[in-house]
């Protein structure tokens, strides 16, 4: 059983920096891709950033780009997201997701969900 556990949601002001974490479990974490997704209130989920199992390749949102780097380390079976210059539109619950695809751009292209973490950006 896949289970996939998020941390490092809080408040933040614009322009301050969060990290996020998932820490997988259930499968070999090294072989499957990672990515985040995210829900801010009252919208669809949104595709955030994406990973292959080895982490040689990784793909962004337009709106993320520069800002946000994901990361993994498949010998502690944790996924990372380092945001940077937060503004208040990235003001969601942010959901790492996993997938038999390595590289998947769209959130519908994931088929494991953790229960995600809130991030608050004020201004």
Known sequence: ???LVESGGGLVQAGGSLRLSCAASGRTFSSYGMGWIRQAPG?????????????SMKEYA??????FTISRDNTKNTLYLQMNNLKPDDTAVYYCAQSLYPLVEKADGYDYWGQGTQVTVSS
């Open 1 to 3: 059983q896949v289970r």
């Open 43 to 55: 919208k669809e989920r949104e595709f955030v950033a994406a990973i292959s199992p080895i982490g």
């Open 62 to 67: 337009d709106s993320v780009k520069g800002r």
